[in-house]
């Protein structure tokens, strides 16, 4: 049946000839018939057979929840501030445990791209990390999220930057400068990149930006550049030739004199490199696989994360953790926090709500993210965050979710 969008100003719903979109995977199915094939199969595809692209998703669904009830928990339904989240220590506030990943190339989904993700990061009270391979200047997208906080004074929404190191080590420490110079308040490092997977669907594709977009933030304006460069008609290619498959632990430490900026380090699946960025003195660690799109059969995050829990906080109580990864449903959210995590971030659900409908799209998928992790809460028997741990896990040994 052909699909119609109609927006309703009162509910904001996108809504189709089969009803209001109810969860991500509508989206998802909207936003795959909306998209070009190429497109798509870019934001959707893993590496090789995708074993760990199912898996970090099914790894929740194998995790059960133990509620229990005659809790009063009403508290949900009477502050709207009841899942509100501290990070980076306290300097950041969110309206509820999710922020919002770094996904590149925003302007393939909509033309306003990441423009229109930073508007509703605003609308939502929460983080936006804006990707090195955005289709839109940093500092174009640091503009619009301040023209928005103006009109929304009640967030206090932040952005971060999701930074690759490259070999021109001038080039990078200039985008670390224009990202601070801008506002954004922490630097997120991707640490499991050294080369691209094997993302079979772009290869098939011969993946190549739309002739009007190219990769912004990477055009060096005081170098001449090729096209191609930019248009990424081989993402791979590019970096092999630009990022840096020599970085080590010490290069934190050289990030760390060239910012003030608060640093995570995100793509830590084991515990030991989890342990080398403490060592490392960074301000936090994101357990990612990268969506799965580095890497195939790598170990789901959720199995990950116990361990690194674990061992972490058994050297430093107070180092962020957050984790990325088949996070499709707010028991998702509930299911990582129980485990130790501080928050979650999101990437392709936000990409599906951007395709089917701009900013509004972005802001409803976050919005039944929050109402599904406020009642799983309230289900649960959760008042509060701080009593969302591992009671509410039908599990008897956390570090065996695979085997469930």
């Not at 497109?39 to 692209?53: M, Q």
């Not at 993946?207 to 791979?236: C, G, H, I, W, Y």
């Not at 984790?323 to 659900?349: C, E, H």
């Given at each position: 049946?052909?699909?119609?969008?109609?927006?309703?100003?009162?509910?904001?719903?996108?809504?189709?000839?089969?009803?209001?979109?109810?969860?991500?995977?509508?989206?998802?199915?909207?936003?795959?018939?909306?998209?070009?094939?190429?497109?798509?199969?870019?934001?959707?595809?893993?590496?090789?057979?995708?074993?760990?692209?199912?898996?970090?998703?099914?790894?929740?669904?194998r995790i059960k929840?133990?509620?229990?009830?005659?809790?009063?928990?009403?508290?949900?339904?009477?502050?709207?501030?009841?899942?509100?989240?501290?990070v980076l220590h306290?300097?950041?506030?969110?309206?509820?445990?999710?922020?919002?990943?770094?996904?590149?190339?925003?302007?393939?989904?909509?033309?306003?791209?990441?423009?229109?993700?930073?508007?509703?990061?605003?609308?939502?009270?929460?983080?936006?990390?804006?990707?090195?391979?955005?289709?839109?200047?940093?500092e174009d997208v640091?503009?619009?999220?301040?023209?928005?906080?103006?009109?929304?004074?009640?967030?206090?929404?932040?952005?971060?930057?999701?930074?690759?190191?490259?070999?021109?080590?001038?080039?990078?420490?200039?985008?670390?400068?224009?990202?601070?110079?801008?506002?954004?308040?922490?630097?997120?490092?991707?640490?499991?990149?050294?080369?691209?997977?094997?993302?079979?669907?772009?290869?098939?594709?011969?993946?190549?930006?739309?002739?009007?977009?190219?990769?912004?933030?990477?055009?060096?304006?005081?170098?001449?550049?090729?096209?191609?460069?930019?248009?990424?008609?081989?993402?791979?290619?590019?970096?092999?030739?630009?990022?840096?498959?020599?970085?080590?632990?010490?290069?934190?430490?050289?990030?760390?004199?060239?910012?003030?900026?608060?640093?995570?380090?995100?793509?830590?699946?084991?515990?030991?490199?989890?342990?080398?960025?403490?060592?490392?003195?960074?301000?936090?660690?994101?357990?990612?696989?990268?969506?799965?799109?580095?890497?195939?059969?790598?170990?789901?995050?959720?199995?990950?994360?116990?361990?690194?829990?674990?061992?972490?906080?058994?050297?430093?109580?107070?180092?962020?953790?957050?984790?990325?990864?088949?996070?499709?449903?707010?028991?998702?959210?509930?299911?990582?926090?129980?485990?130790?995590?501080?928050?979650?971030?999101?990437?392709?659900?936000?990409?599906?709500?951007?395709?089917?409908?701009?900013?509004?799209?972005?802001?409803?998928?976050?919005?039944?993210?929050?109402?599904?992790?406020?009642?799983?809460?309230?289900?649960?028997?959760?008042?509060?965050?701080?009593?969302?741990?591992?009671?509410?896990?039908?599990?008897?040994?956390?570090?065996?979710?695979?085997?469930?």
């Amino acid at each position: 049946m052909k699909k119609q969008a109609l927006l309703s100003q009162n509910t904001l719903s996108y809504q189709t000839t089969n009803g209001v979109l109810l969860s991500i995977d509508d989206y998802h199915q909207v936003a795959k018939k909306k998209l070009p094939k190429m497109v798509y199969d870019y934001y959707r595809s893993g590496a090789d057979d995708e074993i760990t692209l199912n898996e970090n998703e099914n790894a929740y669904r194998r995790i059960k929840l133990k509620p229990s009830v005659f809790v009063d928990v009403s508290i949900h339904e009477t502050d709207e501030n009841s899942c509100k989240t501290h990070v980076l220590h306290g300097k950041s506030e969110i309206s509820f445990p999710v922020i919002i990943a770094p996904t590149a190339m925003q302007r393939m989904a909509t033309d306003l791209g990441e423009k229109a993700t930073a508007r509703a990061a605003v609308r939502a009270n929460t983080i936006m990390i804006l990707s090195t391979l955005a289709t839109t200047k940093l500092e174009d997208v640091a503009i619009e999220h301040k023209k928005a906080l103006t009109e929304h004074p009640g967030s206090i929404s932040q952005l971060w930057y999701q930074l690759y190191i490259l070999k021109d080590r001038e080039f990078t420490k200039n985008l670390v400068q224009r990202a601070e110079q801008s506002g954004y308040k922490a630097i997120v490092v991707t640490v499991d990149a050294p080369r691209l997977g094997n993302r079979e669907a772009d290869r098939r594709n011969t993946f190549r930006l739309p002739e009007n977009m190219q990769m912004e933030n990477l055009l060096d304006p005081l170098k001449e550049v090729k096209n191609t460069d930019t248009k990424v008609s081989a993402l791979n290619d590019y970096f092999v030739r630009q990022v840096d498959a020599s970085l080590t632990w010490k290069d934190i430490t050289w990030l760390r004199s060239i910012t003030k900026l608060p640093i995570i380090v995100k793509g830590i699946i084991k515990k030991e490199d989890a342990l080398l960025a403490i060592r490392a003195n960074v301000d936090g660690i994101v357990v990612s696989n990268h969506g799965a799109r580095q890497l195939d059969t790598t170990i789901s995050t959720i199995e990950s994360l116990p361990e690194i829990v674990q061992a972490v906080r058994s050297i430093d109580k107070n180092i962020e953790i957050y984790i990325d990864g088949g996070i499709r449903r707010g028991t998702d959210v509930l299911k990582a926090l129980a485990f130790g995590a501080n928050a979650v971030f999101v990437g392709r659900p936000i990409i599906w709500g951007l395709t089917v409908n701009g900013e509004e799209g972005v802001l409803n998928v976050l919005n039944i993210l929050k109402k599904e992790f406020k009642l799983a809460m309230m289900l649960c028997g959760c008042p509060t965050l701080d009593d969302v741990n591992e009671s509410i896990l039908a599990i008897n040994n956390k570090h065996t979710i695979s085997k469930l």
